[in-house]
């Protein structure tokens, strides 16, 4: 009978520590590089529900490349994984040498990548993220840029039961030799919400290709600006691919067959479904082969979708980097499903609640009123035909805002020119810009009188701001 008992004793307490080191109360949190001296070396000494805190910074080397989880349900993030600086400051660059994460052990939903800035990585599936054999991590709040790959410049899932679902992402500037410049999905049902695909290219499907998959679901997302040498700069779907795109914008892609979506068999019939969409000139730009489908449902429009600025290749082959925002005047605002509803703590990809009008907004972004701030601009006169170096700009913010907290960088005039020079004065709250004075005039040259120049920029919360101010233009004869 001792014997027994004993033995009963020793199986609860396995039974009571195994409970004890799986419980999310008893998880720790882990520091790089304060803790560790690489993000692997955390993550190895992680028990499930850990936590990995990265602080800003730029990551190279062994152990902060070709990153598993090791299947275990971590979060790895940022130190704020919804500000856009600390995710901009907080860089996995992978040189060339391999690419920033890989799932392969069955990871699931709770196995969590956030707020990360993951760059110049390199592989033949996937040049930053990798999820294959039956691996489904939550991906959000990510900048995912300049990475390349064979497949999916910057995601590539492949495997039936891999469904990776990707959330409120900046995919950028990404390319593939082959297919998905983007995000490849072979197999499986990636879920992507709230993102922005921008920029990307290959020579099918710039900004995604999906083939052999179940029902990956394209939710919320703007998709813009991408390139294909083939076909489909936007979405390349084949073979048995039962797509849903629902509530986004497909615009200004370029490829020479098919720009914004491309529906081929390839020797499996493929369906897709596209609701609630705006996408530019579908009548040319949307091509479906004869055994395949496209089911058109409610709320699809066709008309500009008025983003602040798009992005473009430069002369040396650059892409410039765009704002995809939604302009007040925007078709897209209030024109998403109107029986939408969104999941808990769901937002936009810059973290404002989902829905903030009557009707959720189409694409990425949910349209929000800017910040008001005051704007004087000097001189209050401008000679088109007079010398100079400066025209000069105070920004004040209202007295419950920060001026320590405008993100320098995001500030422009007339969307179009970035401040040559900047100084905060913490003291007034206020933002001294100075301009290019030719710059300047040349975008005011055609225009006389009274004229309104216009400032915006972005917190570091993500808050837009706006101001305006008049000045009087004139030209060296009057």
Not at 80 to 86: F, L
Not at 401 to 422: F, H, M
Not at 444 to 462: A, I, N, Q, R, Y
Request: hydrophobic fraction near 35%; include cysteine; charge should be negative.
């Amino acid at each position: 009978m001792f014997w027994v008992t004993n033995i009963k004793n020793i199986l609860t307490t396995i039974c009571f520590l195994a409970v004890l080191i799986g419980n999310p109360a008893t998880a720790s949190i882990r520091y790089v590089p304060d803790d560790y001296a690489t993000i692997q070396a955390a993550v190895n000494a992680c028990n499930d529900f850990d936590t990995i805190v990265i602080s800003p910074g730029r990551y190279i080397g062994p152990g902060n490349r070709n990153i598993s989880f090791n299947g275990k349900a971590i979060t790895v993030r940022s130190t704020y994984p919804t500000n856009s600086q600390i995710i901009s400051e907080t860089i996995i660059d992978c040189e060339g040498k391999g690419r920033g994460f890989v799932f392969y052990m069955g990871e699931k939903a709770d196995s969590t990548l956030s707020g990360l800035t993951i760059t110049n990585g390199y592989g033949l599936l996937g040049g930053a993220i990798y999820c294959y054999n039956n691996s489904s991590p939550s991906i959000n709040n990510c900048v995912i840029k300049t990475n390349s790959a064979v497949f999916g410049g910057a995601i590539a899932s492949t495997n039936s039961k891999s469904h990776p679902n990707i959330t409120n992402c900046t995919i950028t500037a990404n390319s593939a030799l082959v297919g998905g410049g983007g995000i490849y999905c072979n197999g499986g049902s990636p879920t992507i919400k709230n993102c922005i695909i921008t920029g990307n290219s290959a020579p099918d499907g710039g900004a995604i290709y999906s083939h052999n998959a179940g029902n990956p679901l394209i939710a919320n997302c703007t998709i813009a600006a991408n390139t294909a040498a083939g076909s489909a700069a936007g979405i390349y779907c084949y073979k048995s691919s039962d797509l849903a795109i629902n509530n986004s914008i497909l615009w200004g892609n370029n490829a020479p067959l098919a720009s914004e979506v491309r529906v081929s068999s390839l020797g499996a019939p493929t369906s897709i479904r596209i609701s609630y969409c705006d996408i530019q000139n579908p009548e040319k730009n949307v091509i479906c082969d004869s055994d395949c489908s496209i089911s058109w449902g409610l709320g699809n429009i066709d008309n500009d979708p008025h983003f602040v600025n798009l992005s473009y290749l430069s002369e040396s082959k650059i892409v410039t980097s765009g704002d995809y925002h939604l302009l007040d005047d925007s078709p897209c605002i209030d024109a998403g499903d109107p029986d939408f509803i969104a999941e808990p703590s769901e937002t936009d990809i810059d973290g404002n609640p989902r829905i903030l009008g009557q009707k959720i907004d189409i694409g990425a972004d949910e349209f929000v009123s800017p910040l008001i701030v005051l704007v004087k601009v000097t001189p209050r006169t401008l000679n088109l035909r007079s010398s100079g170096e400066w025209i000069s700009c105070s920004i004040i913010l209202p007295e419950d805002y920060s001026i320590g907290d405008v993100q320098t960088d995001t500030v422009c005039l007339n969307e179009k020119i970035r401040p040559a020079w900047y100084r905060t004065d913490e003291a007034e709250n206020k933002l001294l810009i100075k301009l290019d004075r030719f710059d300047t005039q040349q975008l005011l040259k055609d225009l006389e009188g009274l004229v309104p120049l216009t400032v915006t920029g972005k917190l570091v919360d993500g808050t837009k701001f706006a101001g305006s101010d008049t000045i009087t233009v004139i030209t060296k004869e009057k």
